[in-house]
């Protein structure tokens, strides 16, 4: 219990506590460009904190639970307030969400099989990273100007690259699922 007292959890819980404020801004004080320094001080946060677990010799399990997490919840917030404000339209949220379920579904096969879960795949982290930059772009891109434009532009660039992302990377997991069904092999790490 102690180990998990250190820099990098610390820095991923100040990322946590970000999320709601985030959410917040955008959704009852129309505060774009505050949320878009929540989002960036988030991103280097977390960039830090992997850092500092690396280099400090301190990555714990809640570290690498709560990481992901962080992250995870980010994006939701940034879909939800984002749709709510009526940036994004709705069926940016059903995807994600879609998505969401059926990897629910899939893990929940894959535990009845005794597996704890499916091993991270480069193409969710490049997915997420990709939401990521999308977000402070579509706030961006809320401003009249030539950059809101431009921002606007590659913001859903950016998002839709990401969606399209998380959604292969749910057919390489069904694929490793299906591989396991038809040889009964272990899931591929």
Request: net charge neutral; no cysteine.
């Amino acid at each position: 219990m102690q180990e998990n007292f250190n820099i990098p959890n610390l820095l991923s819980f100040l990322r946590l506590l970000g999320v709601p404020y985030f959410f917040w801004l955008i959704t009852a004080q129309d505060n774009y460009g505050l949320a878009i320094v929540v989002l960036f001080v988030s991103g280097f946060t977390d960039w830090l904190d992997g850092y500092a677990a690396r280099k400090l010799n301190q990555r714990t399990r809640l570290g690498e639970l709560m990481d992901p997490l962080v992250d995870r919840l980010y994006v939701v917030s940034a879909i939800l307030a984002l749709v709510i404000t009526n940036e994004l339209p709705l069926v940016i949220l059903i995807l994600f969400f879609a998505r969401d379920v059926f990897m629910l579904v899939l893990v929940w096969l894959l535990k009845q099989k005794g597996y704890s879960g499916f091993p991270v795949h480069f193409i969710g982290k490049a997915a997420t990273m990709n939401l990521l930059w999308a977000f402070p772009l579509v706030l961006l891109g809320t401003y009249p100007s030539i950059v809101g434009v431009i921002a606007h532009n590659v913001a859903f660039a950016f998002l839709i690259w990401g969606l399209a992302l998380y959604w292969y990377g749910a057919v390489l997991y069904a694929k490793q699922y299906r591989n396991l069904e038809i040889g009964g092999g272990a899931v591929e790490q």
